[in-house]
């Protein structure tokens, strides 16, 4: 059970940036979540979105090169210590952790994340029973 997450390249310079979200209000695209980290020339935006499919559709239509991926969202308490203890239940399971970041959302912590193994941490996240979301579900939560 995953969310779909689009990854764009943007380069750091003046507008950039807004150009693509203006693409995404033109749409009808609702942000959920985003971070970008960056270089000195260009950053990777990272977004989790309603629609990531249509979103994609406009990006390229745009002529900006899209990918979409699979990655994990779960949810946790909104207290200390949650992210800390759901990251030990997979990393003590040997998994990596590639990139992760987190939100509130509907009183909730999401974590997002991507991992080296993700067949065997589908299987971690229903041993453990921690709260994963996919699209709708994460969707149904804004």
Known sequence: MTV??????????????????DLFKEAGVQLIASTISDTVEYG????????????????????ISASMSEV???????CPGRAADAVRVI?????????????LL????????RTD?????????QK????VLDDEALVALV
């Not at 994990?72 to 909104?78: G, M, S, W």
């Open 4 to 21: 779909h997450q689009i990854s764009i390249f943007v380069e750091n310079k003046s507008g950039t940036l807004l150009r693509v979200l």
């Open 44 to 63: 990777i935006y990272r977004i989790i979105c309603s629609e990531p499919a249509r979103a994609c559709e406009v990006l390229r239509a745009a002529g």
């Open 72 to 78: 994990f969202a779960i949810t946790l308490d909104n």
């Open 91 to 103: 990393t003590d399971e040997g998994i990596g952790i590639s990139y992760l970041y987190s939100f």
């Open 106 to 113: 509907g009183g909730k912590g999401i974590l997002v994340f």
């Open 117 to 125: 193994d993700a067949a065997r941490t589908e299987e971690i996240i």
């Open 128 to 131: 453990y029973q921690l709260g």
